[in-house]
């Protein structure tokens, strides 16, 4: 298995552009998580699905904010519109149970000028 | 609210001697507690897990200890390699709220392992 493929690998947009972050799971995976990385906060979940319902979106920043998973092998989370201070890296990851191990993708690297 | 707490930011250890990486946390219904490492360019990878039912978990190289009654567990890396340089995160599931329950991540640590 590839693993969970995220894309793109970098962004960098400008403030007030719509920005959309990708995510493959792991097939037979039953849930998949967003998460994003800053040296203030560290590693904070943002959002999670399970058979792609959500489940737990307390994570999420503003109504700027949006994910939404189609299909069991697609997720999308869409930041409009950017701020400068959502630059950060985001990571998705998957799992067979939400208590235990997850496998994270290699994140997105996010920078809004 | 950080329920889950590691409150070295930085190590630096010597290659061939013991890395002692810790971690705290605060609600005492968590009974279960993973680590992962995690290299620049890239995402945080499962390296080793305990349950509240054990104090003590190895893994080869790794090896984790539970203090229950302290809310405290550790790392230890013996011997140390220069591969083990990265951040190490240790996470704890959330008691299960409405159904719902998530990984709760400390800080994470930055281990550096000079020659």
């Known amino acids: 298995d590839a693993g969970v493929i995220q894309s793109p690998r970098h962004e960098v947009t400008e403030m007030g552009q719509e920005v959309t972050l990708r995510c493959k799971p792991i097939s037979g995976h039953d849930y998949l998580f967003w998460y994003r990385q800053t040296m203030m906060r560290g590693l904070e979940l943002l959002i999670y699905f399970n058979n792609n319902v959500p489940i737990d979106d307390s994570g999420m920043p503003e109504d700027r904010f949006s994910a939404k998973m189609p299909n069991a092998s697609f997720s999308t989370l869409k930041i409009q519109p950017s701020e400068p201070r959502d630059s950060a890296v985001y990571f998705c990851?998957?799992?067979?149970?939400?208590?235990?191990?997850?496998?994270f993708g290699p994140g997105t690297r996010l920078t809004v000028l | 609210d950080q329920q889950v707490k590691q409150n070295s930011p930085s190590l630096s250890v010597q290659e061939g001697r013991i890395s002692i990486l810790n971690c705290d946390y605060t609600?005492?219904?968590?009974?279960?507690f993973l680590w992962y490492k995690k290299y620049p360019a890239e995402g945080p990878t499962f390296l080793i897990s305990i349950s509240s039912i054990k104090d003590k978990n190895e893994d080869g190289r790794f090896t984790v200890f539970l203090n229950k009654s302290a809310k405290h567990l550790s790392l230890h890396i013996v011997p140390s390699q220069p591969g083990d340089s990265a951040v190490y995160f240790c996470?704890?599931?959330?008691?299960?709220?409405?159904?719902?329950?998530?990984?709760?991540f400390g800080q994470g640590t930055r281990l550096t392992i000079n020659p």
């Open positions: 609600n005492s219904m968590f009974d279960y």
């Open positions: 996470a704890a599931p959330s008691p299960r709220i409405q159904g719902a329950q998530k990984l709760v």
């Open positions: 990851a998957s799992s067979l149970v939400d208590w235990g191990e997850q496998f």
